[in-house]
Nanobody, 123 residues
Framework: QVQLVESGGGLVQAGGSLRLSCAAS????????MGWFRQAPGKEREFVAA????????YYKDSVKGRFTISRPNAKNTLYLQMNSLKPEDTAVYYC????????????????WGKGTLVTVSS
């Protein structure tokens, strides 16, 4: 079993920045793709960003491109999401996720979920 624990959420003003972290523990595989989803109040959960462990290819939801950066240290079971120029529409619970491959992750086929961390952006 793989456990994912998010941290770094909080309240920020529009235009501000936050960095989310996801610590993975338990059995892991180098082929796992990691990423982030978010769910705003009353809305469906949506894909935000993903990264492959091998090669480091990254993928982003169109609305966060240029503002968010997903990354992971080499040989570390930790995932980050640097969020800059935050907008009120970014307000949501952000979930760390892991899938067997990046294609599955981008389409919402997720093997493991974190419990989420709340990001609130005020105007």
């Amino acid at each position: 079993q793989v456990q994912l624990v998010e941290s770094g959420g909080g309240l920020v003003q529009a235009g501000g920045s936050l960095r989310l972290s996801c610590a993975a523990s338990g059995r892991t595989f180098s082929s796992y793709a990691m990423g982030w989803f978010r769910q705003a109040p009353g809305k469906e959960r949506e894909f935000v960003a993903a990264i492959s462990w091998i090669g480091g290819s990254t993928y982003y939801k169109d609305s966060v491109k240029g503002r968010f950066t997903i990354s992971r240290p080499n040989a570390k079971n930790t995932l980050y999401l640097q969020m800059n120029s935050l907008k009120p529409e970014d307000t949501a619970v952000y979930y760390c996720a892991a899938s067997r491959d990046s294609g599955s992750l981008r389409t919402g086929v997720v093997n493991y979920w974190g419990k989420g961390t709340l990001v609130t952006v005020s105007s």
